[in-house]
């Protein structure tokens, strides 16, 4: 079975500076979809990456970028310049095509110190 | 840009009360899913749907659930005999294909059964 671990419940950042959230998953599958959710207080599920599995190149959105490393089951999310508004609840989720439903991890706190 | 929408926001129900949380999805979009998050947990997978049939569902999707597309915009989440333990917040969500596609969450619906 497919599983999601991100073992850091909470982290914090200096407003502006730059902060990598952690996660590592366990599959048997060669071909699958990583995300990264945000969870604002609002509990809204806002998708702010996604990396396929297949590409060697990481993901870039902007502010966020992935540390994916495929052979370390590792997918790490890089925010740069961090905002007040980047705090938040962030998930790690997996998806496969063999199966529809997304896997994900605990989530993340976040919170950003003015 | 198109969304998940979702209704009620929020939804108070007494315990044995039967409850129908209502979904529109992203309009050309032929595959949905209804997940769950407890209130401090991580989000859980309940049931996908495409074709007008379940296309999977988790351990949590017993017989007291139920899900309907009555027509062709709207995707519905029945608990005929609501619990203590189905207080939580219900996603809705979407997508244009399985496997690859990326799926988009509604705001959800929090659910309080007394």
């Known amino acids: 079975a497919q599983t999601v671990t991100q073992s850091q419940p909470e982290m914090s950042v200096q407003e502006a500076e730059t902060v990598t959230l952690s996660c590592t998953y366990d599959?048997?599958?060669?071909?699958?979809?990583l995300f990264w959710y945000k969870q604002p207080p609002s509990r809204q599920m806002i998708l702010v990456i996604r990396?396929?599995?297949?590409?060697?190149q990481n993901a870039t959105e902007n502010r966020f970028s992935v540390n994916f490393q495929k052979a370390a089951k590792s997918f790490s999310l890089k925010i740069s310049d961090s905002q007040l508004g980047d705090a938040a609840m962030y998930f790690c989720?997996?998806?496969?095509?063999?199966?529809?439903?997304?896997?994900f991890g605990k989530g993340i706190t976040l919170s950003v110190r003015p | 840009e198109p969304e998940v929408t979702q209704t009620p926001s929020h939804q108070v129900t007494q315990m044995g009360q039967e409850v129908i949380l209502r979904c529109v999805p992203i309009?050309?979009?032929?595959?949905f899913y209804w997940y769950r998050q407890i209130l401090g947990q991580k989000v859980e997978f309940l049931v996908s749907?495409?074709?007008?049939?379940?296309?999977?569902k988790s351990e949590i999707f017993d017989d007291q659930f139920s899900v309907e597309r009555p027509d062709g915009s709207n995707f519905t989440l029945k608990i005929r005999s609501t619990k203590l333990e189905d207080s939580a917040m219900y996603f809705c969500?979407?997508?244009?294909?399985?496997?690859?596609?990326?799926?988009?969450f509604g705001p959800g619906t929090r659910l309080l059964v007394l």
């Open positions: 969500a979407s997508s244009g294909t399985s496997g690859t596609g990326t799926q988009y």
């Open positions: 599959t048997s599958e060669s071909d699958y979809y």
């Open positions: 990396q396929e599995a297949y590409k060697q």
């Open positions: 989720a997996y998806y496969t095509g063999a199966n529809s439903k997304l896997t």
């Open positions: 309009s050309n979009h032929l595959y």
């Open positions: 749907f495409y074709n007008n049939e379940i296309s999977e």
